[in-house]
Structure formats: structure tokens, C-alpha cells
């Protein structure tokens, strides 16, 4: 793991000269005098630790002007655990040094399974070519696919919008280098856990779909197949019905669940039964989440995923307590329990996608639908079948705050075995919306910063 001291960015710096030598000697005074200019500013009002390998070095070795100095000043910075790099040019400079001196830094970055943000600083100064070799060596990352950013400037400590942008670029890279050793940790988190499939492929989308090998290949997730039906069966012997399945219950044997319907009922703003909707079918949707929290527990289960749809929304009953509760801190009686992330549908990639959003911040996720576009007002609805995590009505900490906001409506008529729906309109503030998907076979995630309004 990444440990600094303080709160400012590390930036590597590199400073460029000509590798002809006779060009060097008349050159290196004047171009230290400005490199010291902007290192000097960058630290004092940008705020960064500037990593300057030309402290190991003396006389002309100070500025990277031939191979053998670009490797050396480059291996310097490659150990030096550096958030970004600076390349810096107030002349001509060959444009292979830059090349060959990022290219090991990046290589050692990989290793680490890390990567850096590069900066090409150029000193505007008409006397001497320094925005040709600044473009010259970001014209050579570019052949390779490396990817940097340009800037340039008479003299950065009298140029506040320039200066701006480097301290921009600065937190840029400490920002992404807290992201990268979060990220790691979560890879490491994901060694080992295992996903519960409870069904299968839901109403046939294709999309919900994964591949177990894959997953076990690049996240080393295990995935343990159980049927629904065994939801069915633990649910069962918690209750009794007169007349089979959704007549009238006759008998509640898990005391769980008198103690989670009495507390869910007290503490919504309200509950609005109605045709099939009934107190009978909402005590049975909780035997459903209290059977899924004894699958979890006795199977180890770290997240899961249930199909739900069709056989248990037509003949049983709804599952979207289960869902909205197991990805919460809270359960419907109340109490206090881990998240255990769950997808709707069994939705694999949904689910991992959660659970990786859950292991970097700790905090409950949702599954949800891009239901509505609304281009006049650039409101996009996000509505889930009826599973939302009730954190999100308040985010509180306190279940009760978070129930007063939520209603338990009939279900949609999809689903005709019906069941309660947990509707309520998200509290406002900042979210971050993100699917991991497929191309080709291929593993991306689509990361879309927002507000709830």
C-alpha cells in the first residue's frame, strides 16, 4: 500500500537539454537558472514535492542530455513512488530521451500495478526552440500511445492561469494514485470471495449473463450455482398456508418475521395494500429475506445475485425486500447486519459491479434501471422494479429516518404474484454510477460521476 507524509502531490520532474555537447555548455546556466524558477514556484504556491532526480547529480549530468543520464535520473523516479511526471523543456531537447526515460518509469509503474499521469512543461521563450522540443517529445509519447498533456508558458510564477493548470494536473495525479492503491486493495479483497447465483438467467437477458471461468481467470471470484426454489423451501417451513401458496397464512413459525413486519410497519411513512398486495404477502416476502440470510450465512456467500423473474414474481412472490434490505446495514427489523450486496435478476456483472463499488467505500450500492431521459432538464430517472436500498432515501445512519421516507406499495403488474415495492425518491447529493460490461469478451467499466436531485 501507498503511504505519504502530508497531503501534496508527488511529482517526478525532469528537465531536457541538448545532447550535443558544445549546445549544452552554452545553454546549461540559463536553463538551470529557469528549471529552479519553476520548481521553486511549483513547490512554494502549487503546493507539490517536486521528486528532482538532479539532486544525485553534478555539473551537466544535472539536466538529461544523454541516454545514459535518461536512464539513470529515470530509474531515480521509477523507485521514488512519484503521483505524476513532469518532462520540462525551455530549449531544443532530442526527443528520444523523453521516450526512453518515461518509458522506464511507466514500465516499473506497471509492475506495481500502477500507472502515471505525464506533463509536458514548456518555457516559452523566443531566444530558444523550447515549445519545439516540448511538442517534439509529446509527438513521440503520442507514437507509442502514451498518453500526455501540454502546457506552456513565459514564466510560470507570473502566470496564475498556467500555474492553475499544473496544480490542476498535480491534483489530478494524487487523486488517481489514492484511486489506484484503493483499487488494489479491493483486487485483493476480491481474491478468494464468493458469488451466490440463486436461479438463473432472468426473462432471458442476455446481458446478465457471465462467464465463471472468466470471472475466476481475472477477479479469482468463485461462483456457487443454487437454485431458487431453495429460498422456496426454507421460507416454507417458516410459515404455513391454508390453501397452499398465497391463500391465507395460518401460521408463523420464525419469530423473525412477526418482529421485522411489526417494526417495517410502524416506521414507514406507509403501507398501501391493495389487490394481491396483502399483510399476508408482505410476511412472506420476509421469510424470503430471512431464508436468502440463512443461504448467505450457511454458504459463505460474500454477494449474490437473484433470478427472481418469472417463477417467483408469477406464483410466489416478489423478491425486492430481500434485495433492498441484504445491500443495506440495516434489516427490516432493524437490526444491525452486514451489506451483502445483491443484484436484481441475478445480474453477475451488476453484482460484481456493486460489490467493487461497496468494497471501495464501504457504503450501501443499488442496482437501478436508466428508465427516463429528460433532455430539456438533463435529468436522467434511475427506477429499479422495487428493490432500492433504503440508505438512500436519507443516508442515515438511523433505519428510521431513512423508513419515514419510504412508502411499501403494490407491485407493478408485471409480476403477478406481486409483493411490496420500496418507493421513495432518493435524498439529494453526490453518486457515482458505474456498470462493468463486455465487448467482444472484453471487461470494461463505464464510470459516470452525478447528483440525485
Known amino acids: 500500500r501507498r503511504i505519504k507524509v502530508g497531503n501534496k502531490a508527488k511529482i517526478g520532474f525532469l528537465d531536457f537539454n541538448d545532447e550535443r555537447e558544445h549546445v549544452l555548455e552554452e545553454t546549461f546556466q540559463n536553463a538551470q537558472e529557469l528549471k529552479k524558477d519553476v520548481v521553486r514556484t511549483l513547490e512554494r504556491v502549487g503546493g507539490m514535492e517536486i521528486a528532482d532526480p538532479a539532486k544525485s547529480f553534478s555539473g551537466f549530468d544535472k539536466m538529461v542530455w544523454r541516454v545514459k543520464i535518461a536512464r539513470k535520473q529515470a530509474k531515480i523516479l521509477a523507485e521514488a513512488d512519484i503521483d505524476g511526471l513532469i518532462l520540462h523543456y525551455s530549449l531544443w531537447a532530442s526527443p528520444r530521451l523523453a521516450r526512453i526515460a518515461t518509458q522506464i518509469i511507466l514500465r516499473e509503474e506497471k509492475k506495481k500495478n500502477r500507472s502515471i499521469p505525464i506533463l509536458i512543461l514548456t518555457n516559452l521563450a523566443p531566444g530558444q526552440p523550447g515549445m519545439v522540443g516540448g511538442m517534439a517529445a509529446a509527438g513521440g509519447l503520442d507514437q507509442l500511445g502514451i498518453a500526455n498533456i501540454r502546457i506552456w508558458s513565459r514564466n510560470i510564477a507570473n502566470d496564475p492561469e498556467k500555474l ?7 491534483r489530478f495525479a494524487q487523486d488517481r494514485a489514492k484511486i489506484s492503491s484503493s483499487a488494489d486493495e479491493v483486487v485483493e479483497r476480491l481474491h478468494g470471495q464468493i458469488y451466490g447465483e440463486i436461479g438463473g438467467r432472468s426473462i432471458q437477458i442476455v446481458t446478465a449473463e457471465a462467464d465463471p471461468l472468466q470471472w475466476a481467470k481475472i477477479f479469482a471470484v468463485d461462483t456457487q450455482p443454487i437454485d431458487q426454489l431453495e429460498i422456496i423451501r426454507r421460507a416454507s417451513q417458516m410459515i404455513s398456508w391454508r390453501d397452499g401458496v398465497n391463500s391465507e397464512m395460518t401460521e408463523i413459525r420464525d419469530k423473525r418475521i412477526n418482529k421485522a413486519f411489526n417494526f417495517l410497519t410502524e416506521n414507514v411513512e406507509s403501507v398501501n395494500y391493495e ?13 424470503c429475506y430471512y431464508a436468502t440470510q440463512d443461504i448467505i450465512a450457511e454458504n459463505e456467500l460474500d454477494f449474490i445475485g437473484i433470478k427472481c423473474q418469472p ?13 433492498a434490505f441484504s445491500n443495506d446495514s440495516r434489516g427490516p427489523a432493524g437490526e444491525k447486519k452486514k451489506i451483502v450486496v445483491c443484484a436484481c435478476e441475478d445480474d453477475k456483472d451488476a453484482a460484481l459491479t456493486q460489490q467493487i463499488m461497496y468494497l471501495l467505500t464501504g457504503r450501501p450500492t443499488m442496482f437501478a434501471d436508466f428508465r427516463y431521459l429528460d433532455p430539456e432538464r438533463n435529468i436522467l430517472y434511475l427506477v429499479n422494479c422495487g428493490a432500492h436500498t433504503p440508505w438512500f432515501a436519507t443516508r442515515s445512519s438511523r433505519i428510521e429516518d431513512n423508513l419515514a421516507k419510504i412508502k411499501l406499495d403494490k407491485q407493478a403488474f408485471f409480476y403477478a404474484a406481486c409483493g411490496a415495492t420500496v418507493n421513495f425518491d432518493a435524498a439529494p447529493g453526490s453518486v457515482t454510477g458505474a456498470r462493468l460490461a463486455r465487448k467482444n469478451g472484453r471487461y470494461w467499466m463505464n464510470i459516470v460521476p452525478g447528483e440525485f436531485v
Open 164 to 170: 492553475k493548470q499544473v496544480m490542476t494536473f498535480a
Open 275 to 287: 389487490d394481491k398486495f396483502t399483510e399476508d404477502k408482505l410476511k412472506y416476502q420476509l421469510a
Open 311 to 323: 417463477e417467483l414474481s408469477e406464483y410466489h412472490v416478489t423478491q425486492c425486500l430481500t434485495q
